[in-house]
């Protein structure tokens, strides 16, 4: 039988398609600056350190649903940093980074065949799930709007890329939406401690769901404001019935954090004081790098929250502006990446050390518009 790799289904590796664009960038005199992935650069702190090295000489296999202490660090901290509330331990995963979960959420739902509704500018793993599930993708940031027929909605406050912020009233629309259609909301909540301008609410928050987080879960990641990207560690929660079935799937599958891993995660979740500090690194970075590319002539929308600003420049669309970028020795993200309405801007991250930011200050205030 003719076999049909899945690879064929999903569209390019983003990435893969401005090597050349990379490669331009690099050969400014003065080396690349790399803003165009939003992985962090800080070190970790060193209690996360030592509680994942203290862990590292445990045996045996790990517990698929976290460990006790880890699952009610998960509800604790979600209750003390966002305001969430009505979880309990049956009521939180730890999964392996939150990029592994958005792309197998679909497939682990049982969603193949249906339709998934993702934002218009939508982190690509959206689209590259629900392609994965064998599902129809429908971009929509309408609740009105949405086919009344999905069976699923990815929802990303604050968005990757833009920065937008849902606000409350906009958050209830999207429950309703499920309360009327029995549709899966998941809000991808990875940038929720990273608001500027506006102030971000999960999707659990009982302003939004007054107390019923049925067929809603909230996705939560530990890369950005702990630097824990190179451990992937994540968290879902919500709806007690999705959550354990999602267990139940990833114990037969073998979808489990590493023990050392979960250990981190605890001091991770149980320690504030790192994830303020290193929010205050990161909003010195953004302005300092905002006023630069507004006197550089750019304008920058939305950015309200998280480690990206949207930046457009009249005349270019999102491939221009990335060469324009890249002409000055600047990678960034290029618009269209995440859907065509993003196909006029180019995102640009406030993950890179401070050296760099300033080097790219510099470059970007001997520019001439």
Same mark, same amino acid.
């Given at each position: 039988m003719a076999r049909t790799p899945l690879g064929s289904q999903l569209p390019d590796f983003p990435w893969d398609t401005i090597a050349d664009v990379r490669k331009h960038a690099a050969s400014h005199e003065d080396g690349l600056i790399d803003l165009s992935v939003g992985g962090p650069?800080?070190?970790?702190?060193?209690?996360?350190q030592l509680a994942l090295s203290e862990a590292a000489?445990?045996?045996?296999?790990?517990q698929t649903a976290g460990t006790p202490e880890l699952r009610e660090t998960i509800v604790a901290s979600h209750a003390r940093r966002f !305001?969430?509330?009505? /979880?309990?331990?049956? %009521?939180?995963?730890?999964?392996?980074g939150l990029k592994e979960a958005v792309a197998w959420l679909p497939t682990l739902l049982g969603l193949r065949g249906e339709k998934v509704v993702i934002p218009e500018v939508?982190?690509?793993?959206?689209?590259?799930?629900?392609?994965?599930?064998?599902?129809?993708?429908?971009?929509?940031?309408?609740?009105?709007a949405a086919p009344r027929d999905a069976a699923f909605v990815f929802i990303n406050s604050p968005s990757n890329p833009t920065g937008a912020v849902l606000g409350v009233e906009q958050m209830r629309a999207w429950v309703e939406f499920s309360r009327e259609t029995g549709a899966i909301i998941a809000s991808d909540e990875c940038y929720l401690y990273l608001g500027w301008s506006a102030e971000p609410v999960s999707i659990l928050?009982?302003?939004?769901?007054?107390?019923?987080?049925? !067929?809603?879960?909230? /996705?939560?990641?530990? %890369?950005?404001?702990?630097?824990?990207?190179?451990?992937?560690a994540g968290t879902i929660s919500g709806d007690e019935a999705?959550?354990?079935e999602l267990l139940l799937i990833r114990k037969h599958s073998g979808l489990i954090v590493p023990g050392p891993i979960q250990a981190a995660m605890v001091a991770a979740l149980g320690d504030d004081l790192h994830e303020q500090m290193q929010r205050s690194t990161y909003a010195a970075r953004r302005l300092v790098l905002m006023k630069a590319l507004q006197n550089a002539g750019l304008t920058i929308d939305d950015s309200d929250a998280g480690l990206y600003l949207w930046v457009h420049h009249d005349g270019m669309d999102s491939r221009e502006?990335?060469?324009?970028?890249?002409?000055?020795?600047?990678?960034?993200?290029?618009?269209?990446?995440?859907?065509?309405a993003g196909a006029q801007h180019v995102r640009i991250s406030l993950t890179a050390p401070d050296e760099r930011i300033e080097a790219a200050v510099a470059r970007l205030g001997n520019t001439v518009d």
């Open positions: 650069v800080d070190p970790v702190a060193p209690s996360i000489a445990t045996p045996g296999y790990p !305001g969430i509330a009505g /979880l309990t331990e049956r %009521s939180v995963l730890p999964v392996i939508a982190y690509p793993t959206y689209e590259v799930g629900a392609l994965m599930a064998g599902c129809e993708v429908i971009r929509c940031d309408d609740p009105a928050h009982p302003s939004v769901t007054d107390g019923d987080n049925t !067929g809603l879960l909230a /996705l939560h990641s530990l %890369s950005k404001t702990s630097n824990l990207a190179s451990y992937r999705l959550v354990q502006l990335l060469n324009w970028f890249a002409d000055h020795g600047i990678l960034g993200a290029p618009g269209d990446f995440y859907g065509p």
